[in-house]
């Protein structure tokens, strides 16, 4: 099991950016795909992007392609999510999670440990 926490999230203009973390603690972070998740209001939670262990394969989510960069620093323990350009639809509570079995990055699943989550509102 692996403890998580997000941290970054607050209130920002359509176009701004924002940078999250996720710092991890307990089992080898390095052993454990990484995901960020969103919820917004009255909605499912979503899958936004993932990282493999190493860092080398990522996956998005057609609607944050181009303007969101996941990565991670192993010797951290910490997970990122690079947010540009944010639009009001962003708006959420977002997730970071890790997943110990290996998967093709494409599955958006299989995620034991999540954090409490970081709200990220964007509104003029």
């Known amino acids: 099991q692996v403890q998580l926490v997000e941290s970054g999230g607050g209130l920002v203009q359509p176009g701004d950016s924002l940078r999250l973390s996720c710092a991890a603690s307990g089992r080898t972070f390095s052993s454990y795909d990484m995901g960020w998740f969103r919820q917004a209001p009255g909605k499912e939670r979503d899958f936004v992007a993932t990282i493999s262990r190493s860092g080398v394969n990522t996956y998005y989510a057609d609607s944050v392609k181009g303007r969101f960069t996941i990565s991670r620093d192993n010797a951290k323990n910490t997970v990122y999510l690079q947010m540009n350009s944010l639009k009001p639809e962003d708006t959420a509570i977002y997730y970071c999670?890790?997943?110990?079995?290996?998967?093709?990055?494409?599955?958006?699943?299989?995620?034991?440990?999540w954090g409490q989550g970081t709200q990220v509102t964007v509104s003029s």
């Open positions: 999670a890790a997943r110990p079995r290996v998967a093709p990055m494409s599955y958006t699943g299989g995620y034991d440990d």
